[in-house]
């Protein structure tokens, strides 16, 4: 049944360590999430990383390497194009992505796009630009309340977001809009990752709040992956966090939504309380919604910090039959022009407390690795139309 009876994965969202190779094709150079962030601040107080090997996987000015390290470590690159969440997590199950999701950055929306669905949903749309998700609430949340016009805005990546207030648009009223808007956008050419809707509470500019009542709709993955695979030979599939809106529930058997990083962190260390056989993958999104894009490393360090201090208490909840994997689905660093992800490669960390030895791991040349160490470790075998890669098990003893 295989070595590890658990396995804990978890995604620091956006937490990137250095370019990829082909990072100038996509408008990045020289980016470097991790490593900017140290360089940025003064501070960087992570003991359980630095116990994991983080300082031995990437230089950082606060983190020396150590001498002997808990973990295995080493980096991955992308073998996807694109440099988004779903291309990410969907590549760590094993599946290519081929072509990058369409984005409407520069633009806004075609008109044809917005038109259909005003019509649709009888409401008149405002927005339609790229946009800070609290900043267009201070332009426009007004206007939408007074009037019961609908904010539709986009961002540096493939989404189409929608803001509803929630006394006055209405919980119910921002997911029928935001399912109509999913429909629409399954067009080839206004094909975006994500549409998301972003409900707010407030009444007037400087109050809005965003609430944790967002829910994404993710496009359903294009193959079966791992996940599938996972659950259908029987085995526990939890995902934390957005995990079950990227996958659109395919092949999760039981999912917890987060209010923030930290209370992710919560509820994966109640999770890790419970028995069960197979896989917890958990996201931590705030690395990236709160402070990548908003390009604040010093937010940055800090949540990172947070981090550190749930992943303690984790480690010490492990058996000698779990594994815990640490790593992340792209770059965003928060030193660098714009708002946009950036084409990074990404951490690979893997501590169990039953393990004899430690230290680096040759770079990987796909992010499906963490795909097929899983299903090797359950003795499953991965699907033929998903990415050949070996298995890092053998590795890590």
């Given at each position: 049944?295989?070595?590890?009876?658990?396995?804990?994965?978890?995604?620091?969202?956006?937490?990137?360590?250095?370019?990829?190779?082909?990072?100038?094709?996509?408008?990045?150079?020289?980016?470097?999430?991790?490593?900017?962030?140290?360089?940025?601040?003064?501070?960087?107080?992570?003991?359980?990383?630095?116990?994991?090997?983080?300082?031995?996987?990437?230089?950082?000015?606060?983190?020396?390497?150590?001498?002997?390290?808990?973990?295995?470590?080493?980096?991955?690159?992308?073998?996807?194009?694109?440099?988004?969440?779903?291309?990410?997590?969907?590549?760590?199950?094993?599946?290519?992505?081929?072509?990058?999701?369409?984005?409407?950055?520069?633009?806004?929306?075609?008109k044809e796009l917005i038109d259909e669905l005003s019509r649709r949903t009888g409401r008149t749309?405002?927005?339609?630009?790229?946009?800070?998700g609290t900043a267009i609430l201070d332009e426009l949340a007004e206007e939408e309340i007074a009037?019961?016009?609908?904010?539709?805005?986009?961002?540096?990546?493939?989404?189409?977001?929608?803001?509803?207030?929630?006394?006055?648009?209405?919980?119910?009223?921002?997911?029928?809009?935001?399912?109509?808007?999913?429909?629409?956008?399954?067009?080839?050419?206004?094909?975006?990752?994500?549409?998301?809707?972003?409900?707010?509470?407030?009444?007037?500019?400087?109050?809005?709040?965003?609430?944790?009542?967002?829910?994404?709709?993710?496009?359903?993955?294009?193959?079966?992956?791992?996940?599938?695979?996972?659950?259908?030979?029987?085995?526990?599939?939890?995902?934390?966090?957005?995990?079950?809106?990227?996958?659109?529930?395919?092949?999760?058997?039981?999912?917890?939504?987060?209010?923030?990083?930290?209370?992710?962190m919560e509820q994966t260390l109640e999770i890790a309380d419970k028995d069960f056989r197979g896989?917890?993958?958990?996201?931590?999104?705030?690395?990236?919604?709160?402070?990548?894009?908003?390009?604040?490393?010093?937010?940055?360090?800090?949540?990172?910090?947070?981090?550190?201090?749930?992943?303690?208490?984790?480690?010490?909840?492990?058996?000698?039959?779990?594994?815990?994997?640490?790593?992340?689905?792209?770059?965003?660093?928060?030193?660098?022009?714009?708002?946009?992800?950036?084409?990074?490669?990404?951490?690979?960390?893997?501590?169990?407390?039953?393990?004899?030895?430690?230290?680096?791991?040759?770079?990987?040349?796909?992010?499906?690795?963490?795909?097929?160490?899983?299903?090797?470790?359950?003795?499953?075998?991965?699907?033929?139309?998903?990415?050949?890669?070996?298995?890092?098990?053998?590795?890590?003893?």
């Amino acid at each position: 049944m295989g070595k590890y009876k658990r396995i804990f994965l978890i995604v620091l969202d956006s937490l990137g360590v250095g370019a990829m190779p082909d990072s100038e094709e996509y408008g990045d150079k020289d980016v470097d999430t991790l490593g900017h962030i140290s360089e940025s601040v003064d501070r960087l107080d992570i003991p359980n990383l630095a116990r994991l090997g983080i300082g031995n996987l990437h230089p950082l000015r606060q983190v020396p390497p150590a001498d002997k390290p808990l973990g295995y470590y080493g980096v991955l690159r992308e073998m996807s194009k694109g440099k988004d969440t779903m291309t990410g997590h969907w590549e760590m199950m094993g599946v290519h992505t081929t072509k990058p999701f369409v984005t409407f950055t520069d633009t806004g929306f075609p008109k044809e796009l917005i038109d259909e669905l005003s019509r649709r949903t009888g409401r008149t749309i405002i927005g339609n630009k790229s946009a800070s998700g609290t900043a267009i609430l201070d332009e426009l949340a007004e206007e939408e309340i007074a009037t019961g016009h609908m904010i539709v805005y986009t961002s540096a990546d493939s989404v189409l977001q929608i803001c509803g207030n929630e006394e006055t648009f209405g919980l119910d009223e921002l997911y029928r809009c935001c399912e109509i808007a999913r429909e629409i956008t399954m067009k080839d050419e206004w094909k975006v990752g994500r549409v998301i809707a972003r409900p707010y509470v407030g009444k007037k500019k400087g109050e809005f709040v965003r609430t944790a009542n967002r829910h994404d709709y993710a496009l359903k993955p294009p193959v079966e992956t791992v996940l599938n695979a996972m659950k259908d030979a029987g085995f526990d599939v939890i995902s934390v966090g957005k995990i079950n809106d990227i996958f659109v529930k395919e092949g999760i058997t039981e999912a917890f939504k987060s209010q923030s990083s930290v209370h992710g962190m919560e509820q994966t260390l109640e999770i890790a309380d419970k028995d069960f056989r197979g896989l917890c993958f958990v996201n931590l999104v705030d690395f990236d919604a709160l402070w990548g894009h908003r390009r604040n490393p010093k937010g940055y360090a800090e949540e990172i910090e947070k981090f550190d201090k749930n992943l303690g208490p984790l480690m010490d909840k492990l058996k000698d039959d779990d594994l815990l994997i640490l790593t992340a689905d792209h770059g965003n660093d928060p030193t660098y022009t714009g708002t946009d992800h950036t084409r990074e490669k990404v951490p690979f960390v893997a501590y169990s407390p039953s393990m004899i030895g430690s230290g680096q791991i040759a770079e990987q040349d796909t992010f499906a690795v963490i795909g097929e160490t899983i299903a090797d470790n359950f003795g499953i075998k991965v699907p033929e139309h998903l990415i050949k890669c070996k298995s890092l098990l053998s590795d890590m003893q």
